[in-house]
């Protein structure tokens, strides 16, 4: 089992910039990804973004390519999302997952074994 604390939520203005984080701990050495997925009020929780442990591959939804990006430090045992020109559509709990090992897809809630308690993210217009 794998332990996972997000930080670095909390409220900024639309075009603004927030860094979560994710500390993981326990059987870390298990995990075979790290994903980033969010849930709004009436929502499903859905993807966001993903990196894979081994060779550190990337992976984004559409909707925050180019704006959003996910990166490691191996030695502390935490993934980053750099979350940068925010937009009030972007307000959510956003929760990090651990993947135990290689299954369907990195884009499914389902593929992932181990969740955090989630960090509230909230844009304003």
């Known amino acids: 089992q794998v332990q996972l604390v997000e930080s670095g939520g909390g409220l900024v203005q639309a075009g603004g910039s927030l860094r979560l984080s994710c500390a993981a701990s326990?059987?870390?050495?298990?995990?075979?990804?790290m994903g980033w997925f969010r849930q709004a009020p009436g929502k499903e929780r859905e993807f966001v973004a993903a990196?894979?442990?081994?060779?550190?591959?990337?992976y984004y939804a559409d909707s925050v390519k180019g704006r959003f990006t996910i990166s490691r430090d191996n030695a502390k045992n935490t993934v980053y999302l750099q979350m940068n020109s925010l937009k009030p559509e972007d307000t959510a709990v956003y929760y990090c997952a651990a993947d135990s090992a290689p299954g369907s897809g990195y884009w499914l809630v389902y593929e992932y074994d181990d969740w955090g308690q989630g960090t509230q993210v909230t844009v304003s217009s």
């Open positions: 326990g059987r870390t050495f298990r995990s075979y990804a």
């Open positions: 990196i894979r442990w081994p060779g550190g591959s990337t």
